[in-house]
């Protein structure tokens, strides 16, 4: 198939799509996001993209699940110290990264009068913390942690310090931040500060 042939409706259609819909976000935020762009970005019509997206938001959503799952991959080095180093420095790589920029902006506030974004977008980070809590779970099998150690509040505490510098003080970030995340988590985990019961 040549470069130039139509991308059809498999994953090659979607998988532009998606990286359009990205680049779009990238350029003119969640206000200025429109399907026509996309399509445009992306070399197909613009009914086959709602075909499968009926409107921006589910677009914009999906894009966004694509490339937090993409970029943050799942570490699993069999200790829990490189497990959480991995993972914070994933984080860090793709939020300084200009499809992680593109989707903290949709997730800040916006001016008054401005479009809100979609509130599914946050569904997109709640599953990252589920699709990591397996990361938890195997270090509990292992007997490095306590058996009792809450996985959700643990990753909650790995990537707070980094969004913390990203969304609220404006800090850059980069390895050492996440190095020290993961210290900060794994540090509190030891203590057993994210015991269930506690």
């Known amino acids: 198939m040549s470069p130039d042939a139509p991308l059809g409706r498999g994953p090659r259609v ?11 976000l990238s350029t003119h935020g969640y206000a200025g996001f429109t399907v026509d762009n996309v399509a445009q970005r ?10 499968r997206w009926p409107n921006r938001d589910d677009l914009i959503t999906d ?4 490339s937090v799952a993409t970029e943050i991959p799942i570490p ?3 200790s829990i110290d490189e497990d959480l180093r991995e993972l ?30 979609p509130d599914p977008t946050r569904h997109v ?32 505490t790995l990537v707070a310090p980094i969004y913390l ?19 900060l988590a794994l540090t509190a985990a030891r203590a057993g500060l994210f015991g269930r019961s506690t």
Do not use: C, N
Not at 63 to 66: E, I, Q, S, V
Not at 94 to 107: E, K, L, N, Q, Y
């Open 125 to 156: 980070f709640r599953d990252r913390i589920r699709r990591a809590l397996p990361v938890v779970a195997r270090a509990v099998e292992r007997g490095e942690l306590a058996p009792d150690t809450d996985p959700a509040e643990l990753i909650k």
């Open 14 to 24: 979607r998988a532009a799509v998606l990286a359009a819909a990205i680049d779009e």
């Open 88 to 117: 914070a420095r994933s984080l860090v790589t793709w939020i300084s990264s200009p499809p992680g920029r593109a989707v903290i902006a949709v997730m800040l506030p916006t001016a008054a009068g401005q479009p809100r974004p």
């Open 76 to 78: 699993d080095t069999g």
């Open 165 to 183: 510098r990203v969304l609220i003080t404006g800090e850059p970030v980069g390895d050492k931040t996440a190095d020290a995340a993961a210290a």
């Open 63 to 66: 894009a966004l699940a694509d």
């Open 42 to 51: 992306a070399g197909v019509h613009k009914t086959t993209v709602y075909r």
